[in-house]
């Protein structure tokens, strides 16, 4: 089983929040994306204000019920 499989979405930070395999895009609110902030690539940064991040709206295939 390779570790693309069964994905419902895939978020690379690659400068923005599309989603890489699926329809389930971001919107950003003051995030900014940098190598210097992501393990593997860019990486996504907040700076820690609760009114910044992405939002992915209401989707119930994203709904993990609790389980991540």
């Known amino acids: 089983m ?3 499989d069964n994905l419902i979405s ?3 930070f690659e400068g923005n929040s ?3 395999i699926g329809a389930n ?3 950003d609110t003051t995030v900014s994306y940098n190598s210097s902030y992501g393990k593997i690539g860019q990486g996504v940064n907040t700076n820690g204000t609760l ?3 992405i939002n992915f ?3 119930s ?3 993990s019920n609790g389980c991540l």
Request: a neutral charge; glycine letters at 14%; proline letters at 0%.
């Open 2 to 4: 390779a570790l693309t």
């Open 10 to 12: 895939y978020w690379k």
């Open 18 to 20: 599309n989603d890489s």
């Open 25 to 27: 895009n971001g919107t």
């Open 51 to 53: 009114s910044n991040g």
């Open 57 to 59: 709206g209401n989707n």
């Open 61 to 63: 295939i994203l709904n």
